[in-house]
């Protein structure tokens, strides 16, 4: 079975351009996470979809990134105009979560685009 | 004050040693929680959930303290491969926040 896909693997752009991250999650996963993950830290979510809806976006600076996930399958996630700070990993994950369940589902991570702005 | 805290490490083990690390978490209304493992320039991978009960598989056990508010993990016999950073992952329910720690770095010496 083949794992969450995403890219681009690698992103080196300088600052106030805009970038665009796509990821393709597990298939039949109704739940996709974007994190963002700096060095030395653990994953911070920016935002969690179940199918198409935006369910948990309170993390994601909204003066500047913006996601979607228009058929509830697979996302992408832009930065425009990017800064010097958000350079990091990009992670994204899904899970098959049951409506009303406890949340114990597994997430599956992909590998992250890592992103330089200079 | 951060709502999941682990002590960073690093955590320098002989092979075969015994070792353990918590994670503090400070909302009482936090329901699930997991350990992940994240290996140096690679994505995280559930490690265990951990159970109110505690639980255990293979050389590991996890364990819950809701009064305490903290869960730990313990690693028996380690091995080289055990080396890794461990991520404590807290989630107050299905539908609210999801929240990971900065991770415990752990490298098991030869």
């Known amino acids: 079975e083949a794992g969450v896909v995403q890219s681009p693997r690698y992103k080196i752009i300088e600052k106030k351009q805009p970038v665009a991250f796509w990821c393709n999650p597990i298939?039949?996963?109704?739940?996709l996470y974007w994190y963002r993950q700096n060095l030395g830290q653990g994953p911070e979510l920016l935002i969690r979809?179940?199918?198409?809806?935006?369910?948990?976006d309170s993390q994601l600076p909204k003066d500047r990134f913006s996601a979607e996930r228009l058929k509830g399958v697979d996302s992408t996630l832009k930065i425009q105009p990017a800064e010097l700070g958000d350079s990091a990993v990009y992670l994204c994950?899904?899970?098959?979560?049951?409506?009303?369940?406890?949340?114990?589902?597994?997430?599956?991570f992909g590998p992250g685009t890592r992103l330089l702005v200079l | 004050r951060k709502e999941v805290e682990q002590d960073p490490g690093p955590f320098n083990v002989p092979e075969g040693a015994t070792v353990a690390f918590n994670c503090t978490y400070s909302?009482?209304?936090?329901?699930?929680f997991f350990w992940y493992r994240q290996d140096c320039r690679k994505e995280p991978k559930l490690l265990m959930s951990?159970?109110?009960s505690g639980n255990e598989d293979g050389r590991f056990t996890a364990q819950l303290n809701r009064a305490s508010q903290y869960i730990s993990l313990l690693i028996r016999d380690s091995k080289l491969s055990d080396s890794a950073t461990y991520l404590c992952?807290?989630?107050?329910?299905?539908?609210?926040?999801?929240?990971f720690g900065s991770g415990t770095r752990l490298s098991i010496r030869p």
């Open positions: 951990v159970y109110s």
């Open positions: 992952v807290v989630k107050r329910s299905s539908a609210s926040k999801i929240i």
């Open positions: 298939s039949g996963h109704n739940t």
């Open positions: 994950a899904s899970s098959l979560e049951a409506i009303g369940g406890l949340g114990q589902e597994t997430q599956y």
């Open positions: 979809y179940e199918n198409e809806e935006a369910v948990d």
């Open positions: 909302n009482s209304a936090s329901q699930s």
